[in-house]
C-alpha cells in the first residue's frame, strides 16, 4: 500500500476506534460521549464520510496536492487530495444518475432536493489532520460540497454535521460561511459565489 494511503488508513481506523498506543478516544467516540443529541445524532453522517474516505482510498487515485486558499481553483478529477504540509484531505468522488443516496445516503439525505440529488455528480468530502495530546486525529469538516452535473459552477454546499449549528462560536449564515470555508480545500466555489452575491445584498 502506498505509505500516505497507510497513514489515511490508519487515522480512519483511529477515528472510528481508539489511539492504540495512547488509548485516546477517537472522533466518533467523542461524539458519542457528547451530552447532546444534535451531536449524536450527527454520528452516522460522520461515520458514512470516513467508511467513504476508507473505501475510495482502495478505488481512486491518491495524489499529493497542496490545499491552500491562496492556489487556483482544482478541478473535479475524481481521487484522494492529500495535503501533507497543511494536514488537508479531500476526496473526489463521481457519482451517476440515481446513485449518490446509495453511495453516500446520509449526505444526500440532508439534500433537500430529490431532482438534484438524483443527478449525476461529483461529491466533495473534506477533512483535516488535528493534533491533539500529540496524536494526530482526522477530523471531517461538518459540510460536503455536491456538484450537480461534475459542474465546477453548479455547487451545491451540503450541512452534513448540523450540531456545529449549536456552537456558541457559529454565527451567520452556514451556506455563505461553508462557502468561504471551501476555499481552504480549494474546493470550486466562485461560480457559485456570484450567484450568492444577490441573496447577500438583499439581506
Given at each position: 500500500?502506498?505509505?500516505?494511503?497507510?497513514?489515511?488508513?490508519?487515522?480512519?481506523?483511529?477515528?472510528?476506534?481508539?489511539?492504540r498506543s495512547t488509548e485516546q478516544p477517537g472522533f466518533i467516540q467523542v461524539m458519542a460521549k457528547k451530552d447532546s443529541r444534535s451531536i449524536q445524532n450527527d454520528i452516522p453522517a460522520a461515520f458514512e464520510m470516513y467508511a467513504l474516505l476508507q473505501h475510495y482510498l482502495g478505488h481512486l487515485p491518491l495524489r499529493n496536492t497542496a490545499l491552500s486558499e491562496d492556489l487556483p481553483e482544482i478541478d473535479l478529477t475524481p481521487g484522494i487530495l492529500?495535503?501533507?504540509?497543511?494536514?488537508?484531505?479531500v476526496a473526489l468522488i463521481a457519482c451517476e444518475t440515481d446513485t449518490l443516496p446509495y453511495i453516500a445516503h446520509y449526505v444526500a439525505d440532508r439534500i433537500p432536493s430529490?431532482?438534484?440529488?438524483?443527478?449525476?455528480g461529483t461529491l466533495a468530502l473534506s477533512f483535516t489532520i488535528e493534533t491533539h495530546g500529540e496524536v494526530e486525529h482526522l477530523i471531517p469538516e461538518w459540510h460536503a460540497a455536491w456538484y450537480v452535473g461534475h459542474d465546477p459552477g453548479?455547487?451545491?454546499?451540503?450541512?452534513?454535521?448540523r450540531s456545529v449549528l449549536q456552537d456558541e462560536q457559529f454565527s451567520g449564515d452556514w451556506v455563505d460561511v461553508?462557502?468561504?470555508?471551501?476555499?481552504?480545500?480549494?474546493?470550486?466555489?466562485?461560480?457559485?459565489?456570484?450567484?450568492l452575491?444577490?441573496?447577500?445584498q438583499t439581506n
Open positions: 500500500m502506498n505509505p500516505t494511503a497507510e497513514i489515511l488508513s490508519s487515522l480512519i481506523d483511529q477515528a472510528i476506534t481508539e489511539h492529500y495535503d501533507g504540509e497543511h494536514k488537508r484531505v430529490s431532482e438534484l440529488k438524483g443527478r449525476a453548479h455547487c451545491i454546499p451540503v450541512l452534513t454535521l461553508a462557502m468561504q470555508r471551501m476555499g481552504v480545500f480549494r474546493l470550486p466555489r466562485a461560480k457559485a459565489l456570484e450567484a452575491q444577490p441573496r447577500t
